[in-house]
């Protein structure tokens, strides 16, 4: 198995590969989305010469690079000459050379790890090297959109045992940049989603991170849901941080609250999610590999894992809960990786407000100590801070709440956070009065009753039908929680959208399935957990 | 569920696609391969309003048609203007409207399937009603690559039982056009393929043809392999027929030996296909969903179907044959097709030429009840030529071999040979001086001995290198068979090229592997099985 991007002549075989020819190298701009697309003229003499075709792959190299790219056919001199070859913007920028520089062109080998995926679609069990081997090949781009596809597939469900998924998640880490911050202690948190509101970490952060620990959080943004951590604190803040910088940051107060993009941290994992979540595919083994291995490159030695459990959370029940608290517990072992997996009530948002803006205010008023802050955002925080915090050594296990509290109730907190966001770069927040999104209406409870349930999907949805993340003010607030007594024609909930089409979405998704239940006293489902 | 590809306005469900934008559509002269590529310049207003990115997926409407695409974002004006929507050549031909038309643009709804095709990929059993929708989404193009990919490989291996086979068979069938040739018997023969050589349909057809039974015969062109029948009957005659000429042509002649590409019979099947080749996907459900959906489309009502098993066959072991055979069967049954399997000798190439015109040529050779034919081509193919005729009621049990002898070695099967050649439009073509590929190289024994091996998947390999099919006149001529004794020096295989670069590669990969052992005698793999 060779480790270089450029095998030596000898180390290329010869057949259906072998020969080379030129031409010179034309941008086409058209994005075609982490896919690496070359298109050559129908009557290119190497087009007819070399037996490709459509979707052929073919190997470009130029300048001691070499891309693989899938082979589109064009019929007009406008777009590509017959002398040329058109890259797609990812193409021509992975490639690195000017416009007009003589590219050889051959018809691509298959990835080396071909063999492995093969394997694994046929139902065998990957050795480690086998997954390396495909790893490092979708981190360089050298697979094609059906091959992702079918990779991601045959690693569904139970297809990776763990000691695959270690592997996996190890080959991860390898593929791209490491940090090391040369401390035994950094820690880290992270929640596998699905809870809408559920800022914590924005308030996790600041309170390790006051205590002196070191917390350099790194986030990805909203993919399917209506804010994440990176979103939100945007509002707030800058998150695109060169890597220096955001270095420079963490070394002067001990913590950042970052966009995770630009470090390069396992790069496979980002190729895997393009496929992943157009088919809603988020199996225990490939989410293991992909949060423990972002962890586990971005230098964290010590992580505090969050499952929530609830009817519309990723996770349903508590056994399946158990199962993948296990999973993490065994991989992250493996990796070197000190892990407290707290399983959590997640039968409802986290917080009152869904959307940058309206999740950036809660988040500011518990750091406040404020009044109108959410108990429920306030406490989760403290609990996960807190576990945190008995990281440390020099705390006692059980003090670790009652430390956090403290942080939070002294204001130090509000000021370790003020410094992060003064050192990524601050923008104007008010929230008392946060910039929401200027059209809204309101959803009212039908009858009186007590709210015995809320559907955590169906509220996301009305979030991001309203425009969240991309309208920083839409989102949902939610006025009632569970158990609360409502009154007939009380608002359950005000929605918040900058543009009317995005509004009425809303409202008749709304009108639909409001996401609120009501019951009689007790109905409310039971809470699952408390830790 | 509506089998409408236009919905009304009020089954469309507004959310996330009610909005709806007009652009002028422009052909862009790209060749997406059976992908729908949608060009939108960066700065389109539609663009950006709609919240559109790489990748989204758009409905475009126009003039009672509508057609899902990706959006690929462009940066060029050349290409596709602000006002412009841009559409690859499968696009603009399936929209069908000219350049210039104000179509309708708006956010794509999901395919209907999708549900269905996440319950498969969590390994849930599928429902008739599900892989009817899926079939037709797939047939319709709604899929993109990845979910297409996500169905191939979330039902490969073992992952559809026999009633899930039996419904996607169903709605295959269902999806496309189906022949009639209103008569109760119409007989068609299947090789599950593998095996070099092996053109025994060109031998059945006429044969059966002659006896008088309806044996309207429509091939495939090879895909992986050297030479399909369609590419070796193309050496003869034309084989790209107009359905109208071949429904004329069958009746006049009761059997035609013609591509099938262009009757539309199952055209999911070639969906599906595009996704499973890259990947090597050859699972038992999918290959028999594959095959019954094609036959009885084309108004086959008996069917006789060839498992040649062996070492570098597609079914390696007898065991797998037979599990094979009861699919085949069971799902035979369910839509009504009377099946006869079996099961054969697949431990090397069947016949001596590997390549269109080397197997025209030992296609007509037997034919001409030439000495110089090959004994095993035809041999099996009098066996599957007097297994078909058994299915006429009139015809003894037993005696379907000996009328296919007698039809062969009277000249009656070359006269319906002859008839059919001219009917579909004949090509000059001498067995004696075929037009073979001028350049050509010998691969010697090394040694004294008896042929114990033949390696399949080698030889094939060899003449695709040397340019089969897509030079006729390419490919490996078997001077040796199975228990031949040869002494050193003596060549195993003649192989011809048209391209010094061809010759080269293949002789490059002949060196490395021959695809012939040598042995003492009694040593060859001992033969399977004898039908």
């Known amino acids: 198995m060779t480790t270089s991007l450029i095998p030596t002549p000898s180390q290329a075989p010869p057949e259906g590969g072998a020969s080379v020819s030129r031409l010179a190298v034309r941008r086409v701009a058209i994005d075609t989305w982490r896919e690496n697309v070359a298109y050559l003229h129908r009557d290119c003499a190497v087009y007819r010469a070399e037996g490709f075709q459509a979707l052929s792959k073919i190997e470009v190299r130029a300048n001691g690079r070499r891309i693989l790219a899938t082979v589109n056919v064009v019929d007009d001199l406008g777009i590509v000459a017959c002398d040329e070859l058109g890259l797609s913007e990812d193409a021509f920028a992975l490639l690195g050379v000017e416009a007009g520089y003589k590219v050889a062109v051959a018809q691509a080998e298959p990835p080396e790890s071909m063999g492995a995926l093969f394997r694994k679609i046929a139902g065998e069990r990957l050795r480690r090297e086998d997954l390396r081997a495909i790893v490092r090949d979708i981190a360089e781009h050298r697979y094609s959109k059906i091959e992702l596809t079918a990779f991601v597939v045959a690693c569904n469900r139970d297809e990776l045992d763990r000691e695959e998924v270690f592997f996996l998640s190890d080959a991860m880490v390898a593929t791209g940049q490491r940090l090391d911050w040369h401390e035994g202690l950094v820690v880290d948190k992270h929640c596998i989603g699905g809870i809408p509101g559920n800022r914590t970490s ?12 070191l917390c350099p959080k ?53 190729v895997l999610i393009s496929v992943e979540r157009p088919l809603s595919i988020d199996s225990p083994g490939q989410m293991v590999a992909s949060i423990l291995s972002k962890k586990v490159a971005a230098g964290s030695t010590h992580l505090l894992l969050d499952i929530p459990v609830g009817a519309t959370a990723k996770v349903r029940t508590i056994p399946d809960a158990q199962r ?61 801070a807190g576990r945190i915090l008995e990281f440390d050594p020099d705390v006692r ?24 966001i003064d050192a990524q770069g601050h923008k104007p927040f008010d929230p008392d009065h946060p910039a929401l999104a200027p059209l809204s209406f309101e959803v009212l409870a039908k009858r009186d009753g007590i709210v015995s349930g809320i559907d955590n999907q169906q509220v996301a949805r009305l979030a991001r039908l309203a425009g ?11 006025l009632f929680k569970l158990g609360d ?47």
Chains 1, 2 share one sequence.
């Open 468 to 478: 969240a993340p991309k309208v920083q003010g839409a989102g949902v607030d939610l």
């Open 218 to 270: 790194t986030s990805s943004r909203a993919i399917t849901s209506p804010a994440g951590t990176a979103d939100t604190m945007e509002v707030l803040a800058n998150v695109e941080l060169p890597l220096q910088d955001l270095q420079r940051i963490v070394r002067d107060h001990r913590g950042c609250l970052a966009w995770g993009g630009t470090a390069q941290l396992s790069p496979a994992d980002d």
């Open 202 to 213: 924005m308030l996790v952060v600041p309170i390790v991170a006051a205590h002196g620990m």
């Open 485 to 531: 007594t409502v009154k007939e024609g009380q608002p359950l909930y005000r929605v918040y959208a900058a543009y009317s089409s995005d509004l009425e979405f809303a409202r008749q998704a709304s009108e639909r399935n409001a996401g609120y239940y009501l019951g009689e006293a007790g109905a409310e489902t039971r809470q699952f957990v408390e830790f």
């Open 324 to 384: 993948l608290r296990k999973l993490f517990e065994f991989v992250a072992k493996r990796m070197g990786l000190t892990i407290d997996v707290v399983i959590t009530d997640g039968r409802q948002p986290i917080g009152n407000g869904i959307g940058p803006v309206l999740e950036a205010r809660d988040v500011m008023w518990v750091l406040a100590n404020d009044p109108r802050a959410p108990h429920d955002l306030r406490q989760k925080s403290l609990r996960l």
């Open 397 to 420: 296990g059980g003090d670790g709440y009652a430390i956090a509290r403290d942080i939070l109730e002294s204001g130090r907190a509000m000021a370790k956070m003020r410094a992060i």
